[in-house]
């Protein structure tokens, strides 16, 4: 990784012929420096104990994966070498064109998945699809119905609310495996 006099020094050095950059190593270069501009847009946090931190990491580990694997190839498709001067730039044109519209994305998905209105609209087909087995869960409590068939009924209404539940979890799931949700998630544990 490169302040602004080391990449001013590197970028001599290899001019001059002192040094020869290798292919793997600038690659990874690149995809730290990269990754480290879209970390340098987000909210500071200079009250954040190292156990704050290391927390966000561990529950953001899921998500780091899919982030690395996108700074992989944003990365090559950088025409600057992390230590030009020009390479910020592609890492800005990189944001605007694809990190900023994907984290707003991410955040309307977030946003619909946990939304009250999403959430009982779910709710409330399953329920309506759980009926019949409520019916009969209902009547058992009323004394109308064998333990069997409240057992029955029980486990007819449990199936669609369960499927509703599990519907939600899977959207959240989704949403955290997107390869920008590193940073949307720093940025929310950070705001």
Known sequence: MFDDEIASLTQSGIRAGVFKAAAGPTGRCAQAMTASGFMARLPTFPDATVDEVLDIRSELSESLTPFRSKMVSLSKNMTSEAWEDSFEDEVHDAWVESVAPAVAEID??????KSLPSLAAGVTDAAR???PGLAVFGAGIAGHAAPAAIAGGVASAAG???KALNAHK???HSIRMQPFY???GVEQALG
Not at 108 to 113: D, K
């Open 160 to 162: 669609p609310l369960g």
């Open 182 to 184: 590193f940073l949307y």
């Open 170 to 172: 899977t959207q959240a």
């Open 108 to 113: 309307n998905a977030v946003q619909e998945n």
């Open 129 to 131: 699809a759980a009926y």
